[in-house]
């Protein structure tokens, strides 16, 4: 699972790193805590948009969607697509032959469960690069309105030798795409089966982790600051390895 992700990364970051301008930069806003429960807008690189960065909200809604109640009802369940069904399952196969995207993110959070505890771990790249997440998106107009909503989801696949340890209950972890597989990814004349096999796990060494404070499980203290991902310490019978 790929819930919460630190995109503390301003506009110039951003653009330097894709060689891509950031649209409706005015409202982009940079965190280091973005959870996709609060259906949050973050910034993709999208097939389609060459050259643009642009602001998607996290939540796939599937362009059939018949009504803003289905829609509000298909979001929730759609933050992430499995690499194993994206080519089947009815809300993501269109995306994944059309509509594929990365997004950028400085890290991202996950859980350990250690007995009745659960230890939060930041995730991020052992170089301090931006990490290119794997995503589909999609493009969806209400019909009695006109609004139109771009909305993405992340891939996720099996876990990693680290990310199994720490991500313990589901052993699931984002697709990190290496700079190589960023284009491959976003061209959608690439054969199918071949953009399946990008979505692999990461290696390991190219991640590293670190057990972070509590304070991101607080829903009343703000979440945006620096505290929220510096390394914290907890007693070690608490923790699986």
């Not at 493009?139 to 680290?162: C, M, P, R, Y």
């Not at 199994?164 to 209950?169: G, L, P, R, V, Y």
């Not at 071949?194 to 703000?222: F, G, M, V, Y």
Request: net charge neutral; charged share 25%.
């Amino acid at each position: 699972m790929c819930f919460t992700v630190n995109v503390n990364l301003i506009r110039e970051e951003l653009e330097n790193r894709y060689n891509a301008d950031l649209i409706d930069y005015d409202k982009y806003r940079p965190s280091y805590y973005y959870h996709a429960f609060a259906l949050p807008e973050l910034p993709a690189l999208c097939s389609g948009y060459r050259g643009q960065i642009r602001l998607l909200k996290w939540g796939l809604i599937p362009y059939w969607t018949r009504s803003i109640d289905e829609a509000k009802e298909i979001r929730l369940k759609t933050f992430n697509a499995k690499s194993e069904s994206i080519d089947t399952k009815p809300s993501f196969s269109s995306a994944f032959k059309s509509k594929r995207c990365i997004i950028p993110v400085k890290g991202f959070f996950e859980w350990q469960h250690a007995g009745k505890e659960k230890i939060p771990w930041y995730i991020c790249r052992a170089d301090n690069e931006i990490m290119s997440l794997a995503g589909i998106y999609d493009e969806w107009t209400e019909s009695n309105t006109g609004e139109q909503f771009t909305t993405f989801s992340i891939v996720t696949t099996d876990a990693n030798i680290l990310m199994s340890e720490i991500h313990n209950s589901k052993k699931r972890m984002p697709v990190l795409l290496e700079k190589e597989s960023e284009l491959l990814w976003l061209n959608t004349a690439l054969e199918l089966n071949d953009a399946k096999r990008l979505l692999k796990p990461a290696s390991e060494e190219i991640l590293k982790a670190h057990t972070i404070s509590p304070l991101i499980n607080s829903r009343t203290a703000d979440r945006n600051t620096a505290e929220v991902i510096k390394p914290y310490n907890y007693n070690q019978q608490q923790l699986l390895f």
